[in-house]
Each structure stands twice: as C-alpha cells, then as structure tokens.
C-alpha cells in the first residue's frame, strides 16, 4: 500500500477557495479533501475545522498582502510608477477576494472574526487610512495637488474595487491586464486629477 499523498498548505488553501467559491460555504470537507486526493480527516488536521479552513483560504482576518507596499511609500521613484505598482497589486487582490465575499455572508463570519487578531485595526479600515496616509505623504513631498488625502483614497481604491463587484453581480468575468490594460488607463485617468499643477510644489516626480 503506498505512502498517503503530501500536500503543503498553500495546495489545500487554493483547493479549498475554488470548492468554497464553485459550491458556496455549505461544501463539505470531504468534497475539498476529494480534490487534493487525501482524506477529509486529514484535512481538518491541519486546519482544526471547516470555518478555520475557509477563514485560512481567504486570509480573513489578516492584512492585504499589498499593505506593507503603501505603509512603506511613496518612495523617491516617479509617483505613477508607483500609482501602478498598488493599483496592480490591490486589483490581484479584488480579483481574488470580490467572489469570495457571497460565500463569507453565506458562512456567517463575525465582524471580530474579519477583524481578527491584527493589533492596528480592523484590515478595511487600516487599508483606508494608509492608502489615505500615502497621499498625505506625497502631498508633503511637495508631489501632489492640494486636496483631501482620505477622498483621494476613497476614489482610487473604489476604482479598483468596481469593476470586480459589478462582473460579479453581473456574473461577468474581468479582463487579464494583458487582454485588456484597464489599470494603466485608471492610474492615467486618476494622475490627471492628483497630479501637481505647473509651476507649483518642489517636485512632480
């Protein structure tokens, strides 16, 4: 009889979100085990339970990975560089999370339980305010236009967010960006109206 079947976790992870997206919360662990080729006990070992898998799979609880990349910013490269660089990252992050938010709602999650153990704030909400603390900082740097950081936010991040909730209340799906560079025309379209006025501040890097 040969050896049960290794699988790391990130395997089980990208089972378990395509079984919980394609069958909704109620899919059994037995279906998701099916998919890796292991047993349904072995797969509630490595997680404790269903809920702690599903919460795993979409990383609740957890910062966006693409956080670190505005708490960090913006650093002395040209500023749409940069624009693009979150604008892509924070859009892989939509692609992903936007279908995943019905199975949630359907799953029952507590708002501490999308708040989990993260000691600066709930991840929407810090996610807001870097984004908002980025466009302060730039603003500083003599880089940006006048204006509210937070409604610069509000409108970038929104932008990027749309497009996703609409394909998935329309049942569409969104274009790649190599079959359709849609976020280099809505960081072109945002820098139009962010970007500092002729002669003014100390630098339009």
């Not at 359709?180 to 003014?200: L, Q, S």
Request: glycine share 8%; charged share 25%.
């Amino acid at each position: 009889m040969g050896r049960p079947r290794q699988v790391l976790d990130e395997e089980i992870l990208v089972a378990a979100r395509a079984c919980f997206i394609e069958h909704g919360a109620s899919v059994s662990t037995e279906t998701i085990a099916a998919r890796l080729g292991v047993s349904g006990p072995a797969l509630l070992k490595r997680f404790g339970t269903k809920r702690e898998l599903l919460k795993a799979a979409f990383s609740i609880g957890q910062a966006p990975p693409w956080l670190p990349m505005v708490e960090e910013g913006p650093d002395e490269r040209e500023l749409t560089v940069q624009l693009r660089e979150i604008a892509e990252a924070i859009d892989t992050f939509f692609r992903r999370m936007v279908p995943a938010f019905a199975v949630l709602r359907e799953a029952g999650l507590t708002p501490e339980e999308l708040r989990g153990n993260d000691k600066q704030g709930a991840a929407p909400a810090r996610a807001f305010l870097s984004m908002a603390g980025w466009f302060r900082r730039a603003q500083e740097q003599g880089r940006l236009r006048g204006g509210d950081p937070s409604v610069m936010a509000s409108l970038f991040l929104a932008g990027l967010q749309y497009r996703h909730f609409l394909a998935h209340m329309t049942n569409e799906s969104v274009p790649t960006e190599a079959e359709d560079p849609w976020v280099d025309r809505m960081v072109d379209t945002f820098w139009r109206g962010v970007a500092p006025e002729a002669g003014h501040g100390k630098r339009s890097r």
